[in-house]
C-alpha cells in the first residue's frame, strides 16, 4: 500500500470531485496520522495495524466515505442527519468535503469496534 496509489486514483478524478476528496483525504490523515494509504477494492483505502478503518470513492453523482464497517454509520445516526447513507457508504456532495470533526467521529467510532 502506498501514497502514491492514492495519489494516482486522485489524478484520475475530475474537479471538483478531486478537491473534495482530497479534503476528505486531509481530514482522515488527521484523524489517524500512523494510518497507511493505499488502495483496497479499487478505492482509496486508510489502514491502521493491517485493518483498513477509513477509505473514501468518487462516482457519478455523489462521493461516497467508507468506513469499511456495516455497523460505523448505524452508531452516528444522529450525526449524519441530513446525509445519504447505505449501511456501509456514506454519500456527501461533489464539491462540499465532510466536515473535520465528523470524519473524526466516523474514525473514532471504527478504531472503537476494532479494539472492541
Known amino acids: 500500500m502506498s501514497a502514491d496509489e492514492v495519489d494516482a486514483y486522485l489524478s484520475e478524478v ?4 478531486r478537491s ?8 482522515i490523515r488527521a484523524a489517524v496520522p500512523e494510518a497507511e494509504e493505499g488502495i483496497s477494492y479499487g478505492m482509496p483505502a486508510f489502514r491502521v495495524g493491517g485493518k483498513v478503518v477509513a477509505g473514501f470513492a468518487a462516482f457519478k453523482n455523489h462521493l461516497a466515505y467508507l468506513p469499511h464497517s456495516g455497523s460505523v454509520l448505524a452508531e452516528l445516526t444522529d450525526e449524519l442527519a441530513g ?3 447505505t449501511s456501509g457508504s456514506l ?3 461533489i464539491d462540499e468535503p465532510l466536515p473535520d470533526y465528523l470524519v ?3 474514525v473514532e467510532v471504527k478504531l472503537a469496534q476494532l479494539a472492541g
Open 14 to 17: 475530475d474537479e471538483p470531485k
Open 20 to 27: 473534495t476528496l482530497e479534503a476528505v483525504r486531509r481530514s
Open 83 to 85: 446525509y445519504e447513507c
Open 91 to 93: 454519500h456527501f456532495a
Open 104 to 106: 473524526r467521529r466516523l
